[in-house]
C-alpha cells in the first residue's frame, strides 16, 4: 500500500495570486503601523495629574480615536 499526500503541489505555482496577496498585505500592515506611530506621536505622552490628563484626552481625541481604528485594519488584514 503506497501513501497518497493529502495536498498535491504539482499544481501550484508561487505565481499564483495568494502570494502576492500576502506581500501586498504586509506592506500594508507596515504603513498601517507607522501610521499609527505618527499617530501616537502626534498625541504625545500623557500628563502624570488627573486635570492634565482631561485636557490632554480633549486635545488628542482625533489622533488617539484613529490610533485605534489603524490597529483594527491591521488586526482584519492580518487575518488573511
Given at each position: ?20 496577496i ?5 506592506v ?40 485605534s ?12
Amino acid at each position: 500500500m503506497t501513501a497518497v499526500p493529502l495536498f498535491d503541489k504539482s499544481n501550484v505555482s508561487m505565481s499564483d495570486g495568494l502570494s502576492k496577496i500576502g506581500g501586498i498585505s504586509f506592506v500594508i500592515i507596515g504603513a498601517l503601523f507607522f501610521f499609527k506611530y505618527l499617530l501616537d506621536l502626534m498625541a504625545g505622552p500623557p500628563p502624570s495629574t488627573g486635570e492634565e490628563i482631561l485636557a490632554w484626552v480633549v486635545s488628542a481625541k482625533l489622533p488617539m480615536s484613529l490610533v485605534s481604528e489603524s490597529l483594527f485594519f491591521v488586526g482584519g488584514l492580518e487575518a488573511i
